[in-house]
């Protein structure tokens, strides 16, 4: 899921930085690629559960370390580009205009799905009438209301958004989320 970045960011990518070991460096590497297979081009967002997902969640960010560090370590480009891509699209859909933080956003993954799975695996029948990459629902189901901010999505977004600017130098994203 997407957790493996930060999972191995933490771990293997420091690991590297400290020992040069190798076995870090190609394990933190591997979970860069496997990111990228939950990476959605249609929505431009990391899938929060499976490549052939229909949501993700604020959490996402602390993922894309992962990412910005393996294209430092290997100087490819695209890996900053992901990042930097999925991070502006988070600002646009997860945070709202009055700056309050959404925890998941459903979109249609490109295949005008109507079902759309929940976080709690339950199955949740919507019309779908927007374009394929366009958001169709966004709601928080760890805080108080579905329309309310979670505490712990605010630290994710505060720290990822913080993150994403440090290693893109973009800070547009915080700009983009208030247009």
């Not at 979970?31 to 967002?45: C, G, H, I, K």
């Not at 799905?113 to 976080?119: D, E, G, I, K, V």
């Not at 630290?155 to 913080?162: C, L, Q």
Request: glycine content about 8%; charged content about 25%; overall charge negative.
């Amino acid at each position: 899921n997407h957790d493996v970045g930060f999972l191995n960011y933490y771990g293997s990518a420091l690991a590297f930085d400290v020992t040069h070991d190798d076995r870090y460096r190609q394990g933190a590497l591997r979970a860069a690629s496997r990111l990228e297979q939950l990476f959605n081009p249609q929505v431009e967002l990391v899938s929060a559960w499976s490549g052939s997902g229909d949501d993700t969640i604020i959490d996402a960010l602390m993922n894309l370390q992962i990412w910005w560090w393996a294209s430092d370590k290997t100087g490819d480009a695209k890996w900053r580009e992901l990042g930097r891509r999925n991070a502006r699209r988070a600002a646009a859909w997860l945070v709202r205009q009055d700056g309050s933080v959404a925890q998941s956003v459903h979109y249609n993954p490109g295949d005008d799905r109507q079902l759309f799975t929940s976080s709690r695996e339950q199955q949740l029948p919507l019309d779908n009438h927007v374009g394929k990459g366009d958001w169709v629902f966004r709601h928080t189901h760890q805080g108080y209301a579905a329309d309310t901010t979670w505490a712990r999505g605010v630290g994710w977004a505060v720290y990822g958004f913080a993150e994403a600017s440090r290693a893109t130098h973009d800070a547009d994203g915080a700009r983009h989320c208030r247009q």
